[in-house]
């Protein structure tokens, strides 16, 4: 269809894709507590002094901030209204770059592998879950015991989230918190079942080694070489004829 007038259409350029280091910035601003923690102290606060008769509903409403109408009630001013928006933005935008490719979800899975908060020991799960006797039992001793574990870790990984984050669903938080419990569980009923045989392999091999040892030392009458040396004068050793 041609052209009616000599205007040259206008169609809204295309936003650039982002890079890899903005999304990975955006992965550990949203899943990694440290990060998430210096997002929040360095984004913009309310300045406003307290104003009862302020209505942030009237400058919300109509818009798509409307759904979010918690968020706003701490404002005091349509300059605190629009900080607020601002840092809604801005959340979203994280979350969406996240989100929209797999670069973004691998790296917000890294970010939250890498909190800190799974530095935290489980202590002692590894020895009691060994000591269990069957295999039965060590399997279900340690789905029972990391998974516990894990499900704490992210529930308090998760807190810290939502107290740095303003539009962090309580669902995704949930979600994440059920994720774990599950993973932690399969990952600690396959780790029960083998922690046993891998410890009664490491022993049965420090057993053979010493036996070995034993019976190098009978063949050749002397334990080690470095018994052998002690017991030969320095002078000999040196070559230099004693005095």
């Known amino acids: 269809m041609p052209w009616e007038n000599d205007a040259v259409p206008y169609f809204d350029p295309t936003?650039?894709?982002?890079?890899?280091?903005?999304?990975?910035?955006?992965?550990?601003?949203?899943?990694?507590?440290?990060?998430?923690?210096?997002?929040?102290?360095?984004?913009?606060?309310?300045?406003?002094?307290?104003?009862p008769t302020f209505d942030p509903w009237a400058a919300i409403q109509g818009t798509k901030y409307e759904a979010r109408a918690r968020l706003f009630a701490d404002t005091n001013s349509l300059d605190d209204v629009r900080t607020r928006?601002?840092?809604?933005?801005?959340?979203?935008?994280?979350?969406?770059?996240?989100?929209?490719?797999?670069?973004?979800?691998?790296?917000?899975?890294?970010a939250g592998i890498l909190d800190p908060v799974n530095l935290i020991p489980i202590g002692g799960t590894g020895y009691r879950v060994a000591r269990t006797g069957s295999l039965a039992g060590r399997v279900a001793l340690g789905a029972a015991r990391f998974g516990a574990g894990a499900a704490a870790g992210q529930a308090l990984q998760e807190a810290g989230l939502q107290a740095t984050q303003l539009t962090r669903p309580l669902e995704e938080s949930a979600l994440n918190i059920s994720a774990a419990a599950v993973l932690g569980g399969v990952l600690g009923g396959a780790a029960g079942g083998l922690t046993r045989p891998?410890?009664?392999?490491?022993?049965?091999?420090?057993?053979?080694?010493?036996?070995?040892?034993?019976?190098?030392?009978?063949?050749?009458?002397?334990?080690?070489?470095?018994?052998?040396?002690?017991?030969?004068?320095?002078?000999?050793?040196?070559?230099?004829?004693?005095?």
Request: net charge negative; glycine share 12%; proline share 7%.
């Open 15 to 51: 936003p650039p894709e982002p890079g890899f280091g903005e999304i990975l910035g955006a992965a550990f601003g949203r899943e990694n507590l440290i990060g998430s923690a210096i997002v929040a102290a360095t984004r913009p606060r309310l300045q406003a002094p307290p104003d």
């Open 198 to 243: 891998l410890q009664e392999l490491g022993e049965s091999s420090a057993h053979g080694t010493a036996i070995f040892d034993r019976e190098v030392a009978a063949t050749t009458g002397t334990a080690t070489w470095r018994w052998r040396k002690s017991t030969i004068p320095s002078s000999a050793s040196s070559g230099r004829p004693s005095r």
């Open 85 to 110: 928006m601002q840092v809604i933005d801005s959340e979203d935008a994280a979350a969406d770059m996240i989100a929209g490719s797999t670069t973004g979800m691998l790296a917000g899975l890294a």
